[in-house]
């Protein structure tokens, strides 16, 4: 699919079927996630794939947003092995997690896998949950799965701010 097709089409799935993704797909999603950039190429994001039914029985414990979906990606960032950014106030962690997730996301919906970004859990309480070594921060879930019938995007979907709205020019 050319990306701005992706972009356009993807959408946040509320409602999925209990079809699993192919093993050949779930990998190519993995391997995007894999291919992302991370700040001075340290790589600290871990990928968790939920698929067991006690996996998921803990994700629905933490979350009401698993919607159905037969494979969650925990997303998570070594905490001790980021980038400091000058002036000491961040680091990499959180930001290499998202353009990994992103990355993911992405490739899902280009292999005609549908998902929903979720970060609505206490990433502390899941982590422990799910036995994720200490130094390990979730940053957030993917669900992963096939849309079930009558599922779509929301009513809101394609309403967007006009591109003056969102970018500045200096």
Known sequence: MEFKEVVKNRYSCKKYSDRQVEDEKLTAILEAGRLAPTAKNLQEVRVYVLQSAEAL?????ATPCRYGAPTVLAVAFD???VFTYPGGKRDSGAEDAAIVATHL?????DEGVDSCWLNF????????????PENEEILMLL???YAAQGAGPLPNHTSRKAL??????R
């Open 79 to 81: 905490r001790e092995n």
């Open 121 to 132: 859990f206490d990433p502390d309480a899941l982590s422990a949950a799910l036995g994720l």
């Open 164 to 169: 003056f709205e969102t970018v500045i020019y």
């Open 143 to 145: 669900d992963l799965g």
């Open 105 to 109: 996301m992405l490739a899902a919906a």
């Open 57 to 61: 029985e803990k994700i629905d414990a």
